[in-house]
């Protein structure tokens, strides 16, 4: 298991549900150092409801910031994916960097949303 593991906004949500599959997940990672990135973070701020256990959940990871190493690295990855025709939601773009320049696996529902992104390592799902 990879030692540091970045929750992707959809798994976080799934957890807070008590969605099994993302319940699953997290107990595979008890070896390692759960982080999300501060994208992530204004993603789970955004909801209307839960707030005060969202906020209890991000004051116990650590959460990566979206600095200048990160923000060199997705203008890099934005011009990669727009050269090739495969774009994605910007957001997603400064996830994926963030997790490469703090050398993080990114553990995400949406793996189609990172597939065209070269240097990214994601978490393999098990069934």
Request: one cysteine or more; charged letters at 25%.
């Amino acid at each position: 298991m990879d030692k540091n593991v970045c929750l992707d906004s959809d798994v976080v949500i799934g957890l807070m549900k008590g969605d099994p599959q993302a319940v699953s997940l997290i107990e595979r990672l008890q070896h390692s150092t759960m982080h999300i990135t501060s994208i992530s973070s204004f993603e789970l701020s955004l909801r209307e409801t839960r707030l005060s256990v969202i906020e209890d959940f991000i004051n116990n990871v650590i959460v990566l910031p979206f600095d200048l190493a990160a923000s060199k690295k997705a203008s890099e990855i934005f011009k990669q994916l727009k050269r090739s025709g495969k774009m994605i939601e910007l957001r997603d773009v400064f996830i994926a960097a963030t997790c490469i320049t703090h050398r993080c696996t990114l553990m995400t529902f949406n793996r189609k949303h990172f597939e065209h992104i070269k240097e990214i390592r994601v978490l393999q799902q098990k069934a």
